[in-house]
């Protein structure tokens, strides 16, 4: 069978608009860019007290949803492209409502666990010190009873959550607790404070090693604290 060779005027190529490109290109350009922030550890790192393969999941996939997601809900609200994830938390109810709930559940998970990776770490050990363990100390007498009443309130978060401790301006230290990925820095929930500890509850944190058992997770847990970060997060 011959071949038929058509002449180069039939071929039609589509027209592209240049101003649409350079829409497209600039659109592009402004798209909020929130990113998956590394671990600063192996997933393996935190053995035995958290497992590999939760951290592996609990990083690279609902940590990267929450990021993938917050960029997507953002899209259509160009006046809050440029914004820090701290000014999107502490503005949440200034975010136009149509999306809002949206980056609040996003925006709140992504800034929780950039936040939890850090306040955990392989080199665990002792206790704070400095203003951070005069500060514990004034409110809870020993270490023991501030992790007594850490634990309580992190029991005692209903379904799926955070427990915090936080720090209010004038360095007054509370435990308080959060639903679903709210947080503290966020301007609609009811008790505000710079976190300085965060423990995440929701049960992907914890349910392939420990199951239903938060408690035993909560004890692992201790074993973990970055207390170096804790008091730089104090400040």
């Given at each position: 069978?011959?071949?038929?060779?058509?002449?180069?005027?039939?071929?039609k190529?589509?027209?592209?608009?240049?101003?649409?490109?350079?829409?497209?290109?600039?659109?592009?350009?402004?798209?909020?860019?929130?990113?998956?922030?590394?671990?600063?550890?192996?997933y393996?790192?935190?053995?035995?007290?958290?497992d590999?393969?939760?951290?592996?999941?609990?990083?690279d996939?609902?940590?990267r949803?929450y990021?993938?997601?917050?960029?997507?809900?953002?899209?259509?609200?160009?006046e809050?492209?440029?914004?820090s994830l701290?000014?999107?938390?502490?503005?949440?109810s200034?975010?136009?409502?149509?999306?809002?709930?949206?980056?609040?559940?996003?925006?709140?998970?992504?800034?929780?666990?950039?936040f939890?990776?850090?306040?955990?770490t392989?080199?665990?050990?002792?206790?704070?010190?400095?203003?951070?363990?005069?500060?514990?100390?004034?409110?809870?007498?020993?270490?023991?009873?501030?992790?007594?009443?850490?634990?309580?309130?992190?029991?005692?978060?209903?379904?799926?959550?955070?427990?915090?401790?936080?720090?209010?301006?004038?360095?007054?230290?509370?435990?308080?607790?959060?639903?679903?990925?709210?947080?503290?820095?966020?301007?609609?929930v009811?008790e505000?404070?710079?976190?300085?500890?965060?423990?995440?509850v929701?049960?992907?944190?914890?349910?392939?090693?420990?199951?239903?058992?938060?408690a035993?997770?909560?004890?692992?847990?201790w074993?973990?604290?970055?207390?170096?970060?804790a008091?730089?997060?104090?400040?």
């Amino acid at each position: 069978m011959l071949a038929v060779a058509f002449p180069a005027w039939h071929i039609k190529l589509p027209f592209v608009n240049p101003q649409q490109v350079s829409e497209e290109v600039s659109q592009y350009a402004a798209h909020p860019h929130f990113e998956l922030p590394a671990l600063p550890y192996s997933y393996e790192a935190l053995e035995p007290h958290v497992d590999a393969q939760t951290m592996r999941i609990h990083h690279d996939r609902h940590h990267r949803a929450y990021v993938d997601n917050l960029n997507k809900a953002i899209l259509p609200a160009p006046e809050w492209h440029h914004s820090s994830l701290d000014h999107l938390m502490t503005n949440i109810s200034k975010v136009p409502e149509n999306i809002r709930t949206a980056v609040r559940n996003n925006g709140g998970g992504h800034w929780n666990h950039s936040f939890f990776w850090k306040i955990m770490t392989p080199q665990a050990g002792g206790s704070p010190s400095g203003r951070l363990r005069e500060a514990l100390m004034a409110h809870w007498e020993t270490m023991e009873r501030f992790q007594e009443a850490f634990a309580k309130a992190a029991l005692s978060v209903f379904g799926s959550g955070w427990a915090w401790l936080i720090a209010d301006n004038s360095g007054r230290l509370s435990i308080t607790t959060t639903p679903n990925q709210d947080n503290p820095l966020m301007d609609i929930v009811a008790e505000r404070g710079k976190p300085v500890l965060g423990v995440d509850v929701w049960e992907h944190a914890y349910y392939l090693k420990h199951q239903n058992r938060r408690a035993d997770y909560l004890k692992d847990w201790w074993n973990v604290i970055n207390w170096q970060q804790a008091m730089a997060n104090y400040g």
